[in-house]
């Protein structure tokens, strides 16, 4: 069985710097976001049936977002 680091290495690197929310407040809709000193970086924008789809697709936003913006979370 893979490790969480493993399974989502960008989620894993995000934390060490930056911040990851899970759970809805009353502010809001958002489940997941993904979140830097600049401000929101990534967050969901449906529901999930589990937290691995919830978590592969936070871990693919933060991807996307670090490929997009030239970003080395040195994995």
Same mark, same amino acid.
């Given at each position: ?10 989620? &894993? &690197? ?7 929310? =899970? ?13 830097? &000193? ?6 969901s $924008?449906?529901?999930?049936? $589990?937290l ?7 871990n693919?936003? =933060? ?5 997009? $913006?030239? =970003?080395? #979370?040195? #994995?």
């Amino acid at each position: 069985m893979k490790t969480f680091d493993e399974k989502y290495p960008y989620i &894993a &690197a995000w934390v060490q710097d930056g911040t990851v929310e =899970i759970g809805y407040n009353d502010y809001d809709d958002v489940f997941l976001r993904v979140t830097d &000193a600049g401000g929101v970086v990534w967050e969901s $924008n449906r529901t999930y049936s $589990n937290l691995d789809d919830a978590f592969s697709e936070m871990n693919a936003g =933060i991807e996307a977002w670090c490929t997009e $913006n030239g =970003i080395d #979370l040195k #994995l």
